[in-house]
């Protein structure tokens, strides 16, 4: 990708890792070579997000950002509710496809880390390394924790969470991903199943909300599609 | 608009009617000239949702779409849940400056049905007409209407509802505005006081939905301002 903006041509990707790990990097030199440099289905597959949050809200500033970024966490929590164990749900999720026959990465958190250093790199402009994510997983959740937060009216969500610091640098960015405890009344709450969730708050605005399902090939090939129609146009 | 598009000169504006009443021709003769017709803003405003709709859904085909788009509208029926009359929400959404003094556009579904119109055309190509919408204002509803919704577990709320026709021809598509029984698990039934939303159906992707504000002069520059930094670059 390096090579290929350098060299002037536009770079389209669904691989999330090289976002994750170098966006601030290759979307600085992008701009430098004057070439677009874009990753919609990265995050949330087919459903705007990258292209909302950096585009249709270009002149804001962005405060902090919270979601529901994988699918596979979200239905086996959401299947958990309807009374599955963790085992029953993550098999469930494998004999759909929708989770791999290891299930680390949606299970313990990697997958939603990727998708948060994406979103630190290309909507708030600072680049994260996975040793500044804290990060914890849904595998040890049971079933009496899920009995436990719907008494109380609330849902335990994987949650991903940035935050600018308190000092205000941009280059100061809380990053989190962990199963949170979320009322009811949360916008989030409600995200259940497959699809995904962002509340972006930016200045002025406020908070943006953007939802929509978050995985399946079908999906990543259309955020694939609207990035070569953005290019061409 | 016209002139500028034809000289190549691109047009980025606020302005609800001229794009609701020519914003096919409007974005046809800038795609002939290759230049920029951007009205971001005169879709909840600040908010993204024609970039989100039209670039970042490129590729899709929009089959159906529901919206509240009317933030005194939205305000007032949120009053009317929490006690007060349509005259004393009316008279709050005005002292607040939701409202002007003549509330008409906002209370009988006319500043939406522009809205729907925008839609229809930037969204899915349609020009629709005035006597095409189908719509009915909210000022007739009454506290019994209200509380009889409430205890049905629903919300009244203004809605607009853009859908293709049976047919299936892109050039039919049925436009409403009118008051609707939202159950409180609808998605839009949740969306209250000055928050807007769309629920767009594309397909292959399903379900997007965008929330946010929906009104205020700083946010309504805030979409101008988005415009023309997509302008600029």
């Not at 289905?41 to 459903?47: A, E, N, Y």
């Not at 909507?123 to 009995?147: K, M, N, Y």
């Amino acid at each position: 990708m390096r090579d290929a903006l350098r060299r002037g041509i536009p770079v389209v990707t669904s691989n999330k890792w090289p976002v994750a790990l170098y966006g601030v990097e290759l979307a600085e030199l992008a701009r430098e070579k004057g070439v677009p440099f874009r990753a919609e289905s990265t995050v949330m597959s087919g459903t705007p997000v990258l292209s909302t949050l950096v585009e249709g809200l270009a002149g804001t500033t962005p405060v902090s950002l919270r979601g529901i970024l994988n699918a596979t966490a979200n239905f086996i929590l959401t299947r958990m509710e309807e009374g599955l164990s963790y085992e029953d749900a993550l098999t469930e999720a494998q004999d759909l496809g929708l989770a791999e026959r290891d299930p680390t990465a949606d299970v313990e958190g990697y997958d939603a880390m990727a998708k948060a250093m994406i979103l630190a790199g290309l909507v708030f402009g600072t680049q994260l390394r996975p040793g500044g994510v804290v990060r914890r997983g849904i595998s040890r959740i049971d079933p009496a924790q899920i009995d436990a937060a719907t008494s109380e009216g609330a849902r335990i969500k994987q949650l991903v969470t940035l935050e600018r610091s308190e000092a205000g640098s941009a280059a100061r960015l809380t990053a989190r991903v962990e199963p949170a405890l979320l009322p009811n009344e949360d916008r989030l709450a409600g995200v259940s199943g497959v699809v995904n969730a962002v509340v972006c708050r930016a200045e002025p605005v406020g908070e943006v909300i953007v939802m929509g399902p978050g995985a399946g090939p079908e999906l990543a090939g259309q955020g694939v599609l609207s990035d070569l129609i953005a290019v061409a146009r």
